[in-house]
Structures are given as C-alpha cells and as structure tokens.
C-alpha cells in the first residue's frame, strides 16, 4: 500500500515562495507517475502538476512558469517549489500517486488518482 505525507505549507504573503515535500513509502518496485493537486475552500479540487516514473511533466495552466514540480527516486520524495505565490494559491495541497501512464489518458492532471496523501494548507496574504 502506497502512503504518502506531505509537509511545507505554510502562510505567506503575496510574491512569497513555499517547497512542499511528499514524502512516499510502501513501493512494491512499480514505477509510479507522481502528482500535486490542491482544493481551495467551496471550489473543487484541481491538478496543480505531475510527474511521469519518466520525468517528463505536466502542469496546470494557472501555475505554469511559477511552480515546479520534482522528485529524488532515492529519497522517496516529491518536491514542488512554489514562487510568485498569489492570494488564489491558497487551498489545501494534496500530494497523489498513479501507477498509470498519466499523458496516455484524455485529461492527465484529472484528481483520479488512486493513492493520496492527507494534505497540507498554503495561505497566501495579499
């Protein structure tokens, strides 16, 4: 069984930059593609970025250029640094594992994953 715990969220202000880790255990050897989600409150959860076993990337259109996602296989662990955080950052961010191939699929960055982590909030000020 795949677990997941994240860490780094934090309150900031705006311009402000955060890095969220994921750390992952209970991997079987599987290659598994590695995502960020977020859910503000009232609003429906929404892929931030993922990450093929590959390293190729996937990011969703109102974080591309500010946020980067990347992971060290030999540590277990998922990164994603955050810079030029704006007040609409501001949710609960989820971390989530696929075994799937995500890019092969009609909406990549759709939260369907089957493994999730129990979050960690970002606030941003303005």
């Known amino acids: 069984q795949v677990q997941l715990v994240e860490s780094g969220g934090g309150s900031v202000q705006a311009g402000g930059s955060l890095r969220l880790s994921c750390a992952a255990s209970?991997?079987?050897?599987?290659?598994?593609?590695m995502g960020w989600f977020r859910q503000a409150p009232g609003k429906e959860r929404e892929g931030v970025a993922i990450?093929?076993?590959?390293?190729?990337?996937n990011y969703g259109d109102s974080v591309m250029g500010r946020f980067t996602i990347s992971k060290d296989n030999a540590k277990n662990t998922l990164y994603l640094e955050m810079n030029s955080l704006k007040p609409e950052d501001t949710g609960m961010y989820y971390c989530?594992?696929?075994?799937?191939?995500?890019?092969?699929?009609?909406?990549?960055?759709?939260?369907?994953?089957?493994?999730w982590g129990q979050g960690t909030q970002v606030t941003v000020s303005s």
């Open positions: 209970g991997y079987t050897g599987r290659r598994y593609c």
């Open positions: 989530a594992a696929d075994p799937r191939v995500r890019w092969l699929l009609p909406k990549p960055l759709e939260p369907d994953f089957p493994y």
């Open positions: 990450i093929e076993s590959d390293g190729s990337t």
